[in-house]
């Protein structure tokens, strides 16, 4: 997978607060890409209070936006931020504006699609705008117009669907608050990940994984190779990192993962020039007065961005003017720089290699292998689980861009003309969100159906594509991603990289906007044709043929003992060489041998003569009973730190009683530690009995974290829920008693009461999903004598 | 862990045949850093046919070996390779010589400890002159001679100690039979393992693991986590691979971890410059002739091998005549090698980087965080498993000496002055092989008790340490290794790291010799000191001192309006370099403030004159509550491919009854996949039952593999026994009526019948343990018609 850039959408809350009553709150958004408060900003306010609107007009002049005329005005019917004390609201709490919470401002908040048919009246207008110019693309390809014609019409179509989208963004309903800093200094207090090398300054884009993170991340593999690698069969390789160059040139990684770069002239700091221009020429776009001439150039560069040579682009630094975007300062000229770190293998340092910046390479190498290993059967799927690196020029966005990550990989190796799935039926029904291509260019919204419909309108190209995403899907919202936050958008044909036939993304929102988890692309049959053109070995499969065919083919026969005797040590190449030649070449030499009457072909950089005396070139009747053919590649890539930040964006909660209290209601499945055991008190009877109940726990393998901290019970229960304990046994006096524990579920905070014999299943049992919490309280007897909460 | 290098033996088996059947055998050894045919070689004979003397002494003359007078004759009893023809031996199986066999040839062999007192009569003198010498070297210790006499002296020891190591592998029991070459064979075959980039001529020293080895290698990991992550709740982290250079400045790898080489001045062909020189000068010390000057000079050189300077060492090539081994052309000059992989980060080039030699330093860097995730308590362990990198010279030895690898290491943080460990009562009585420095010293044999035993003798130093080592020992007896394979080596004081206090490697015996698999060492506060050093952050932890004490303290008091005025922009600078100030270097400023009446100092580069007008220095009283201490590190660190080779090859096996079939007799636990599902035939009423199986299996996450092809029924087991896959399930005609399918077990090759309704929780238990093969052959009928082994 070859990631793209994620366009992330900043999205502030601004909240006012008059006796600790929340009265007015304003959301603010903007791409990170621009610059701050620029007009690319829109505001939105939501209140009940009728003392809002002044506060409004006064947030609205706090905030800077020019654009603030377009701004829709909207009371929630939640109720929420409400003045309203009614404790049950959904999302944020009534006492919101608690002390400690009114001093920290401005607030982020999360965001969700909405239906409204209000919403859907304003968007309109800008729909009909995508749809026009999507059109009027379609158009222009059908009539055959210029290529560069074409781009600049996409360019634009690109420019109206993110206006939709973000104007999309804004109108979503506000249901969940979603506040980025204090998630992120949970994660980093309890140490579920923090940048790394922190005490030597730190490294930017390179993250540690604590015990916590660490544990859901191992969670998480085990659980994506139980899903996928055990259920589905897959073979599971496990291949190196260190690449050598000769691979990854082939593989188009040398060539196409090369960027041009900047530097500022007196900083050194560097920037991605295609960026920096594209920057500079879109802030030119706005501003006002720009003849239509110059309107046309600034659309044609940006059309062109990609094919521009090293020394255009250094002619663009000048004609626009590009500097510095921090300091102002000019920017050097342009240097090449590739996104691979590259290193030299061994001690003579001639053989220069690189972090594989993929780990697909890895399995389309071992093609022959796995393909053997499965009885030269198709179809087949290789997957892999491991560290990639990319040298970004600058990475951001926590865990989203950084240079070292783990990547989850699928290829799926079948016949390009049986794209059928045995277990498609398993699936087929499916529900899932779809944005394609068309709708992109059209303007309009995702649309939802099942898989199997989408395979049979053709939506979806295939049932082994489809089942991959119906998977995908599945995999996703049983790790914990909100099902309402994800959707599966294609490709336009313009985006998609050079080697895929059709791919899609599932993307997941996130307070930085859409973000694309999982690619599942159709590679077709690049690769393995890349690797075989790289190293003339055949990465092939055999299909038997219904009936046996007969076939004309091509065949040189050398005259051996000539060939020896004129060229000498250099006849065994030349035998070599016509062993693995392939027809159309043979077909010229025959040409050239019949009317030139000899031929000449290069073997080792020398140059060699042959003439009919030497060889002879006829059609030769051949029986065949199978047909090689390169297999096609279907690859689902999962990114792992970009899925793991988006489930602890989805799950981080705020109690509604206490503001105070945030927590983590990561799935059983992904919780790092399934279980914690707590003392009321340290007196040795209870102590006695902590060890009984560990050593039910450790004989069934369940993870479990002791607190006999001196801290009250509730103080207790809110430092497990922050890393996401799932359930709490707790040993209290009546356990000396009865040898019953009570047993406490982290969402509900609800308890019952249980034998000490029977906590261990129930945990496990608990834990794996067999029982539901539900259940549970149904068999148990409910408990709620201890501070619960 | 620093691994050391690898003392290979080369073991090679030579068998003699007639008619069929074996009438001789003989062994041949020698060192792998000996030219073959060397003196070192010595072989040994064993037959039980009488024929056989007279095929021993043509084995004899074929072995071009010279010192073949000390060889030892004795018959086994056992029977192994006897020619009475009784299928029940133990190893190699009687009709061994079968067709195939008796074309390979030399085969190569295992070995195993022997405690005869023929042997030990044989040994003798052999243990005698270790002894002597580490006496004298103890003596010299103690009298306080010169150092250099003193390394000589070691020198000899060590060679002394290689010697009766040799010696006593040679003589020890041969009861299995181990065949490398076939078993690679089947490795790569299979595709358990095989070199990376195969298709592009490979890279040595790196490897892929396929779908059986990559199985294998997850289990072994996932089960390493269960037993001490999870076991011992250790905290595990997963920390960056790229490691900006600071980090391994501090750490010692960027001024140790460099080796001089020398290149082939006509091939370029890379060597180690030491290991040489070091080739060289014992290939002339066995020169007859040599005078004592020139002998003694050799071991001069031997015993400062370490302490050379390059220009030194370009002496010495000069002097030894020094050559390449390979083609005896000249070298070039030395030239330095860091074994890191270097390379940048970042787009500028500037911040220097490496791929991480171990694993270890990610955790030390963490400390702080994982020691406030503790809540500040000791002792904790920090956990690892990653990759880790080491441009190695030159690679071999399959698994043993790669490029990039994977570890598992554990960093145990306690207390200096509290060694004791709670659950050591859990271990006590677990039976180890101790090979301790003494013992080597003294040319004994290792020792066999209880680590309890060993602890109260002071063999192991305490009870932390001795705790790790029983778990140790019982995690590898777990996942296969053979326990009568496996010993404890204390490193001697002159080969531990520069930063060990203690260290006792796990070593396996291989076919390449004992090879050091897991490392345990005491890195008492060393990695942490030097990280202090390296950031100025503390890394310390506290303890509560058992009543508050007084103490007087010398404190820096600055006249702060003085400093500034003086020092105006540095003042910042100068007052936070007294911050961070030690003790010591107070002291020695405070002496020169009193005698010379100013002090100067150096901060960032500038040098500072301060006076008493500045600056006051005094003792100061303090009360204190708590104490602050550098924590002490044991470091159970485990080379995971070391360990995986030599599971595979312990547990590598020969069918008794047809020597054509091999397969790994690995636990279940270890076993790449747990259970095959094999029908009889593909008629859809039995394939029907296969999906029933399955979904059974599946239900039960157990991983499985259907092998419906139509090869016979032996020939599929055999294709699954190869894979070391335990558990077979057949499905027959009799499934289809009575819905009970057979059940096979690999080592035993025995079946019994049973429902298709137990099945899945039946193979579940025996694949985890707690159900074993003995008890369900009591519960389910024996089946035996069909063609089970």
Redesign the interface.
Known sequence: MWLRRVNSVVVEKVVFFKKNHCIASGIIRGLISSPPHSTAYSSKVSSSSSASLSNFLNLRNSCCCQDLKNLSLFSTSSGFLSSTPDRKVKGLPENWGSKKERSRKPVKIGIEMATDEKIEEILAPLRAAVKEQGDLVRKMKEMGNSEIDVKKAVVELKAKKKLLEDRELELSKTEEVFDRPRMEDLLKR??FY?Q?????GG??G??????M???T??NFL?FW??FFV??E?M??????????E??LKASGHVDRFADL?V?DSKT?E?FRLDHLIKATVEKLQKEKGTDKDKQDRMLQVLAQLDGYSKEEMEGLIQEFNVVSPTTGNPVGPPME?NLM????????G??K?F?RPETAQ?IF??F???L??N?GKLPFAGAQIG?A?R?E?SPRSGLLRV??FTMAEIEHFCDPNDLTHPRFVEVKDTIMTYYSACDQMEGKRPTRKTIGEAVADKLVANETLGYFLARIQMFLEKVGVNPEKLRFRQHMSNEMAHYARDCWDAEILTSYGWVECVGCADRSAFDLNQ?TK??N?K?VAEKRLPAPKKIEQLQATLNKAAIGKQFKQNAKAIAEYFEHIDTSELESLAKSLESDGSMEITVKNQQFKLTPAEITIGKQEKTIHVEEFVPNVIEPSFGVGRILYSIFEHNFKVRPEDSQRTYFSLPPLMAPVKCSVLPLSSKPELLQMVTRVTQEL?KR?I?F?VDD?SGSIGRRYSRTDEIAIPFGITIDFETVKSETVTLRERDTTLQVRLPIDKVGETVRDLATGTLTWTKAMEIFPKFDSQDAS
């Open positions: 309890r140490f923090d790394s090398f922190a005490i030597y490294v930017t390179q993250y540690d994984f604590g015990p993170g660490c544990a991340k191992t085990n190779r139980q055990l259920e069969g073979f599971e390789v496990d291949c190196s990192i260190l690449t050598p000769p691979v770069m530097k050194g560097c720089f770190f590259s290193t030299s293998i061994g001690p003579t001639l053989v290699g972090l890895g190498v071992n022959k292998r796995l053997e290993f009885q560290n690196f040298n020029i240079r070292e690797h790289a190293t070995v990465l450790r393998e993870s974290r901290s």
